[in-house]
């Protein structure tokens, strides 16, 4: 590279990406290019933080992609969808905005000119798999450069660096990595290192607030949320104002053990409030709503939209094909969910839907028949035992 070459960095302001800002200046006397991608992880004051801090530290430009909505549409929906945990637990908070954001980046990059593009990922984790594969896919002419990666640098070595620059930021030593998003909080470092340890009261960034119990109604619309205790709001102002009602019983929160993509283990906490509730809740209101079969593939086409998704293979055709599956499946899910909130804990009530298929006229379960006979059931178990019957008599030895 020369020295007018520009670099576009994705920047979030932490300590990796802080690093990489005089970093890069010095060592390929480029132009310098932040960029943030807001996926409802930041107000607008911290925005405006961010962006002074960018400059503070000696970018030459900072530019903000506001995609909250569009990451809902794109992405989260289909995760409600699903109702995609990751090893039955983790939302995939981080996982979900780390592949969004790299596509809006690397679109970015190539509408600047840019001739590189850089990310602050350790070499350790699951970010810098995913930003790789995406730039690859859409800018694949463009050179990522990856400085914490590349000089295995600790946390230290990048304060100390930092010092010696004339920046020193007390946020800079804080003991865990915190991530926020519209779709989660992912807590890392200290007890996360280890496989015993829990993390303490204080590591959670929400703290309990409140001691009572609370009854509150989530309405969803062929599968999307609408409604929160009767109001109508968009489903990303939903979640937002579900995650701070909920967050205040201290909810939502747990801690993930995962394979990661480069295969080994790892552990991190979360709280998710808004998306463990909503999930929790849109499959409570599929039980009702979908035939057997329709839960059944639902789960397994989920479980492999999580693990690509989890994996950085957003972009791949199939993501698109199974989308289309999931938001088919949705037609019948409309109806209002009931959820009783308490310290550390949520239950699901009941539900209500036109399309209830517990439907009473045919028969209440383990109580009365009233659309088949005592022998037409007789004659039903008959059939379905020949199978086991075929089998048994061919195969016995007695």
């Not at 992880?41 to 405006?48: I, M, N, V």
């Not at 552990?267 to 209101?285: D, N, S, Y």
């Not at 993501?319 to 308490?342: K, P």
Request: charged residues 25%.
């Amino acid at each position: 590279m020369n020295n007018s070459n520009k670099i576009v960095l994705a920047f979030s302001g932490g300590l990796d990406t802080s690093y990489c800002v005089p970093y890069l200046k010095q060592t390929y006397g480029a132009e310098i290019h932040t960029v943030l991608v807001n996926t409802g992880g930041f107000s607008k004051e911290e925005l405006t933080e961010t962006e002074k801090h960018a400059y503070n530290l000696g970018a030459d430009t900072h530019n903000t992609l506001e995609q909250t909505e569009k990451f809902y549409q794109k992405i989260i929906k289909y995760l409600i969808f699903g109702n995609i945990l990751k090893n039955d637990t983790y939302p995939l908070s981080v996982s979900s905005e780390r592949v969004f954001q790299a596509v809006a980046i690397a679109n970015y990059a190539k509408q600047i000119g840019a001739d590189a593009i850089a990310h602050g990922s350790t070499g350790a984790g699951n970010d810098q798999v995913r930003f790789d594969l995406v730039f690859n896919v859409i800018a694949p002419e463009l050179e990522i450069i990856t400085p914490i990666r590349d000089q295995k640098l600790s946390r230290e070595q990048e304060v100390e660096f930092l010092q010696q620059q004339g920046y020193d930021f007390e946020w800079a030593e804080a003991k865990y990595s915190i991530n926020k998003g519209l779709w989660g909080t992912s807590v890392g470092g200290a007890e996360t290192l280890t496989s015993d340890k829990p993390l303490p009261e204080e590591a959670w960034p929400s703290q309990l607030k409140k001691t009572d119990q609370q009854t509150i109604t989530l309405e969803f619309e062929k599968g999307e949320p609408v409604a929160l205790d009767g109001k109508k709001l968009p489903p990303v102002e939903l979640i937002q104002q579900l995650n701070e009602l909920a967050s205040d019983y201290a909810v939502g929160r747990d801690v993930h053990v995962g394979d990661t993509i480069i295969g080994i283990k790892g552990r991190v906490g979360f709280e998710a409030a808004a998306p463990m509730i909503l999930i929790k809740a849109h499959k409570q209101l599929e039980k009702h709503v979908l035939t057997k079969w329709q839960l059944y593939w639902k789960k397994q086409l989920a479980e492999w939209y999580g693990m690509m998704l989890h994996e950085g293979q957003y972009l791949d055709p199939v993501m698109r094909n199974i989308e289309q599956f999931l938001a088919d499946t949705q037609s019948n899910v409309t109806g209002s969910v009931t959820v009783n909130l308490a310290p550390y804990q949520f239950t699901i009530e009941g539900i209500t839907s036109d399309n209830d298929l517990m439907d009473a006229k045919f028969g209440d379960y383990g109580e009365m028949n009233k659309s088949w006979s005592g022998e037409d059931v007789k004659g039903f178990a008959k059939i379905l035992s020949n199978q086991i019957n075929i089998h048994k008599s061919v195969n016995s030895h007695d």
